[in-house]
T-cell receptor
Framework: GQQVMQIPQYQHVQEGEDFTTYCNSSTTLSNIQWYKQRPGGHPVFLIQLVKSGEVKKQKRLTFQFGEAKKNSSLHITATQTTDVGTYFCAANYGGSQGNLIFGKGTKLSVKP | NAGVTQTPKFQVLKTGQSMTLQCAQDMNHNSMYWYRQDPGMGLRLIYYSASEGTTDKGEVPNGYNVSRLNKREFSLRLESAAPSQTSVYFC????????????????FGAGSRLTVL
């Protein structure tokens, strides 16, 4: 079946440093979503990217969708302790059901 | 507005016991899903229901059954629990499954932590 690779699995940063997580697919995606899960919590939707080369920003978070629609990234500028959690990409390969395939997530820890 | 409500939040079972996880959403969403989350494995789809009256297998359906009771409710049943089913289970819903922009965004419940001894 379809798979989406997400790296790194873990990232430890000092507060104020930047953070990036990447998702890669071997086949073209219809769209991609990003979710954040706080420790002990449930995944919460952050954003959806649909167009080739799309870039969206939410305050310190920048999301990109590759030109070939096979990869995506989430970049956090100047991390804060509130950014702690696991970030998941969810790839949509299209089709009538269009089920989302989740990456395994990147667990971010931030040292104050 | 409660969103997606799951019960129970915690459950301990013995091998071979059965149980049902309940899920209800009040957002008038058409599609509902059950995922399991294991350390290092991300979220894996067990079953989904694209619309009332339909259910389909996801990536890891073995050992589970589902019922879409009505538009609001989607239950997950373990007929004979096994230790391999120890996991955190999340129910989710979306306006509509498929690639329609925005319509397949998932709203998750708080999760049900299941331990099978």
């Amino acid at each position: 079946g379809q798979q989406v690779m997400q790296i790194p699995q873990y990232q430890h940063v000092q507060e104020g440093e930047d953070f990036t997580t990447y998702c890669n697919s071997s086949t073209t995606l219809s769209n991609i979503q990003w979710y954040k899960q706080r420790p002990g919590g449930h995944p919460v939707f952050l954003i959806q990217l649909v167009k080739s080369g799309e870039v969206k920003k939410q305050k310190r978070l920048t999301f990109q969708f590759g030109e070939a629609k096979k990869n995506s990234s989430l970049h956090i500028t100047a991390t804060q302790t509130t950014d702690v959690g696991t970030y998941f990409c969810a790839a949509n390969y299209g089709g009538s059901q269009g089920n989302l395939i989740f990456g395994k997530g990147t667990k971010l820890s931030v040292k104050p | 507005n409660a969103g997606v409500t799951q019960t129970p939040k915690f459950q301990v079972l013995k091998t071979g016991q059965s149980m049902t996880l309940q899920c209800a959403q009040d957002m008038n969403h058409n599609s509902m899903y059950w995922y399991r989350q294991d350390p290092g494995m991300g979220l894996r789809l067990i079953y989904y229901s694209a619309s009332e009256g339909t259910t389909d297998k996801g990536e890891v359906p073995n050992g589970y059954n589902v019922s879409r009771l009505n538009k609001r409710e989607f239950s997950l049943r373990l007929e004979s629990a096994a230790p391999s089913q120890t996991s955190v289970y999340f129910c989710a819903s979306s306006v509509q499954a498929g690639s329609f922009s925005g319509a397949n965004v998932l709203t998750f419940g708080a999760g049900s932590r299941l331990t099978v001894l």
